[in-house]
């Protein structure tokens, strides 16, 4: 039997964890030994009581064949670390995992790829941004990775996918437990064109723990992090830290200074993280470049104007009076009512309305039932 699926075997077996894999394969130990191995082997290997049993009665080859053929009667692929196929920015980390599970096209692992993360809970602001980014990486050859998480993930993987584009759901549990729950549909999209990818077991459930270690697969996958929006304490923070430790660039947008939902961005930038405020600030550090703009999936159809060539910023100019910018200002931070903009701003029901009517014209707002407004 091949040692990669010997190494495989390791990995699915209960209560054997990475650090005793790496134990395992620091030492001194021809890994197909080790289908021979009985339990005082396993102990003098330095594995625990419970865990030298456990080996001992089922390590074989016919359990690992029973656990290959399991996995891939679900549709699963399986990369291990002594493959030739394993992609090669994943093993130049500090802990790149011993196995990789996917479902989809596993050639994108070998793509240029950035992750795209942030809040949870993302402002229409936050949103928009992710939107366009996505939209003009995707246009220029990137292949968007991130965790499928509800918020900023979940706006980029969709954004890939209407763009055309190539994207990579890397997810904290086992490939066949897609989480968040309401994700399914999304997740199913996404095996159909790009991939689904997790270093756990298929069957692992969610736990709390195992997502932070999920970040680091995402940045270690990538050339860089970009972190779109996010607040002083999201997760989203520490695939950025996992950046960094792993060698990689780090992004950040930048947000209206009124929002809690950047401070953790404006932060990172602080430290010295790139600034984006359009896609060529990333773009040109690979020295990539964007498409032609009629190309861009938001743009198609439309004509040039005047032959124009501009350096794209984060939303089209328009002309605004100082009155629609406040309201702008206040809308990229979250939806507003009626008669929550009149307290905020204190101006009489009139001149607001015909500001708010200005601006729905414009294209920059819209107007939400129950009477609210929103950023576009």
Known sequence: MEESWILFGLHEMDGVGKRTISKLMSGQHILTDLLNYEEGDWLRAGLRKDQASRLAKSFHMDWIEQRRELVYKQGIQVITYLDEDYPILMKETVQPPWVIYGRGDMNLLHTKAIAMVGTRMPTVYGRKVGEKLTAEFCGAGLTI???????????????????GGRTIAV??????????????????????????????????????????????????????????????????????DAALEAGRDVFAVPGPITSPKSRGAHNLIRQGAKLVT??????????????????LPYN??????????????????VSLSSDEKRIISILEQDERSLDQLVEQLGWDFGHLHSVLLSLIIKKQISQLPGTKYARV
């Open 145 to 163: 990775v991130s965790g499928l998480a509800r918020g900023i993930d979940s706006v980029c993987h969709e954004a890939a996918l209407r763009a």
């Open 171 to 240: 997810f904290g549990t086992g490939i066949d437990r897609i989480y968040p729950p309401e994700n399914k549909v999304l997740a199913e999209r996404i095996a159909e064109t790009g991939l689904l990818l997790s270093e756990y077991p298929p069957g692992t459930r969610a736990h709390q723990g195992l997502f932070p270690e999920r970040n680091r697969i995402i940045a270690g996958l990538t050339l860089g992090t970009l972190v779109v929006e996010a607040d002083i304490r999201s997760g989203s923070l520490i695939t950025a």
């Open 278 to 295: 359009c896609a060529d600030d990333l773009l040109e550090e690979y020295r990539m470049d964007l498409p032609n703009p009629e190309q």
């Open 300 to 317: 198609r159809g439309r004509s040039p104007e005047n032959g124009e060539d501009h350096k794209p910023g984060l939303f089209p100019e």
